[in-house]
């Protein structure tokens, strides 16, 4: 892990053991260092356990040698309390916390010694779960995202270190993650209850926290969302496209960590659903946090940014915009301090600043591979003399009669977005545009869903009356996914405001009729918002006033195909 590696502009500059690695940003270097030598002035002055855990986590990931004595006397902590038969927590309400940063420290530092340590921290926090998926304080209290954030990574952290981790046990937190969110993409601290910052509605905390959580969950289910190749220049994206990280070497993915186990849970499932809470962070976009617990948002955002492939925001990398955010809250001791602390804020705020997450995903992706700059989100971009996976895809399904498919086979969805992940220029996605409208008739949404993620990715204009069909779509989950499209192609980030929860805040629990007004009347609005931006753009030659017409139709009228229960996912 500390060997010499060096990597592109813009990325962690990792040095030899011992040595201060560099961020590469000179401003956020010297608030690294102001920050470390807080740390390391207020931790001799003696902390809690969890606390000193945390802080020697930060101070290793800065690059602060494993010998160090306040690391060996934070390891001797972690490693104390998972010596025996059964975990021993540092205090029954940081439970989870603490056997998080406990696993997090022990399985960087090194994992070969400290394996029967992890497995006993991985067995106590698969028993203490909920049979929701969640963790929480106690048995009985209701879920919550941020304890089962620090669940989810000790497991992970005890699984790269080789320790037996259930599959189910994993499975069971994505469920939790994928039920429990809100209807605007969002997450809320104890869903289902109005406990807590936000009382039940969606906070920036929660949301990077579960999105951040259900990314990992992703990786040890499925691996990692597909790498590609690197590109000559750097391509800003709009809105609701994710860059994909490419390699140097080989393009590479992580794999899956339990081999021949299949999650019931799709991989584009679970990437719909991160992608919808970075929406729900940009439409809520706030660079400095203002809240109480103000640096576990920063926290939190390294994490899912890493694992879910985060781009730019409004054309600048998220690293920076949210970096030169959380530099104005630190203050001239060096500490940032937060709700919990000071310590705890400013070990929060380095594991930011060093990139904590990618720095574990560097050693995952192959030994002596480089992870270069963000690029086209199309893929490689070297030539292919083989048919695309996505040609081979649409050409099997060419003769497929889509009237005697049955509704619930939703595996179609997950190949086209593998498909047209791997397809290496734009141009070449254009080009398969009349096979892939094909698939809109397909009876399944996430199916459906796919395809209009894909043909939004085309950012041809041309396809803006097919965007505006799945507007009209019986399912809300096609509906946003429309609309995403038509932002991208419009490049309009946050389109024309509309939020992208159609049943605004309602639930299953709700009534249908109710649920089926708040849908019908956010697609009339929203048709009838992007029909006019339309209708105003496109070539004066393309104008014939029927289509003017048919959208006046519709704004005045309820779908009739709407589907009640749309909210219900395609798939446990």
Not at 215 to 234: N, W
């Amino acid at each position: 892990m500390f060997g010499l590696l060096c990597t592109v502009a813009g990325q962690m500059v990792q040095a030899a053991e011992g040595e201060r690695r560099s961020t590469t940003v000179p401003r956020f270097d010297a608030a690294v260092e102001k920050g470390l030598a807080y740390l390391r002035q207020e931790r001799t002055a003696g902390t809690h356990g969890g606390e000193q855990v945390l802080a020697a986590y930060a101070m290793y990931k800065c690059g602060v040698a494993k010998t160090d004595g306040l690391i060996q006397k934070a390891l001797a902590e972690a490693a104390g309390r998972s010596a025996g038969p059964r975990y021993q927590p540092v205090g029954s309400y940081d439970h989870i916390y603490g056997a998080g940063v406990d696993a997090m420290l022990m399985a960087d530092i090194d994992k070969e010694k400290y394996v029967p340590n992890l497995q006993v921290i991985a067995n106590y926090v698969q028993s203490v779960q909920r049979s929701n998926g969640s963790w929480s304080d106690t048995p009985t209290t209701a879920g919550d995202i941020s304890m089962s954030q620090y669940a989810v990574l000790a497991l992970w952290a005890c699984q790269r270190a080789g320790c037996v981790i259930s599959p189910e046990c994993v499975e069971r937190a994505a469920d939790f993650l994928m039920r429990s969110g809100n209807g605007d993409g969002g997450w809320a601290y104890r869903p289902g209850t109005n406990e807590g910052p936000g009382m039940g509605n969606s906070t920036h905390n929660m949301t990077m926290a579960g999105s951040g959580s259900l990314g990992v969950c992703r990786i040890m289910l499925h691996g990692s969302r597909p790498k590609g190749a690197a590109t000559e220049a750097k391509k800003e994206l709009a809105f609701g496209a994710l860059e994909k990280v490419e390699e140097e070497v080989e393009p590479g993915q992580i794999a899956a960590a339990f081999a021949g186990y299949s999650s019931s849970i799709g991989f584009g499932q679970m990437d719909a659903r991160v992608d919808r809470a970075f929406a729900w962070n940009m439409n809520n976009f706030q660079p400095v946090s203002r809240v109480e617990h103000n640096m576990y948002f920063y926290y939190c955002i390294e994490r899912a940014a890493a694992v879910g492939e985060l781009g730019k925001i409004n054309g600048q990398d998220w690293y920076l915009v949210y970096g030169d955010g959380l530099l104005t809250l630190q203050q001239q001791d060096g500490s940032f301090p937060t709700h919990s602390g000071p310590i705890t804020g400013t070990s929060l705020a380095l594991l930011y600043y060093m990139r904590s997450t990618d720095q574990i995903l560097k050693t995952l992706y192959g030994k002596g591979q480089q992870r270069a700059d963000k690029g086209n989100p199309f893929g490689d971009k070297k030539k292919q003399k083989e048919p695309t996976e996505l040609d081979l895809l649409l050409a099997s399904m060419e003769n497929i009669d889509f009237s005697k498919l049955d509704e619930t086979d939703s595996s179609i969805a997950d190949d086209v977005v593998l498909s047209v992940q791997s397809i290496d220029d734009p141009a070449k996605l254009v080009g398969e545009v009349d096979r892939l409208k094909k698939l809109i008739r397909h009876p399944n949404a996430q199916v459906r869903r796919s395809v209009y993620w894909a043909l939004g990715r085309t950012g041809s204009f041309a396809l803006v009356p097919q965007m505006l069909e799945g507007l009209k779509d019986g399912n809300v989950d096609v509906n946003i996914e429309a609309e995403m499209a038509l932002r991208f192609i419009a490049r309009r980030p946050t389109g024309f405001g509309m939020s992208l929860d159609p049943l605004g805040g309602l639930t299953a629990t709700d009534p249908a009729e109710q649920r089926l007004k708040n849908a019908n009347d956010w697609r009339t609005k929203s048709y009838k918002l992007w029909s006019d931006w339309y209708f105003q753009s496109r070539p004066y030659e393309e104008r014939d006033g029927l289509d003017e017409l048919q959208a006046a139709t519709f704004a005045g009228s309820k779908s009739a195909d709407s589907d009640a229960e749309s909210r219900k996912p395609v798939r446990k």
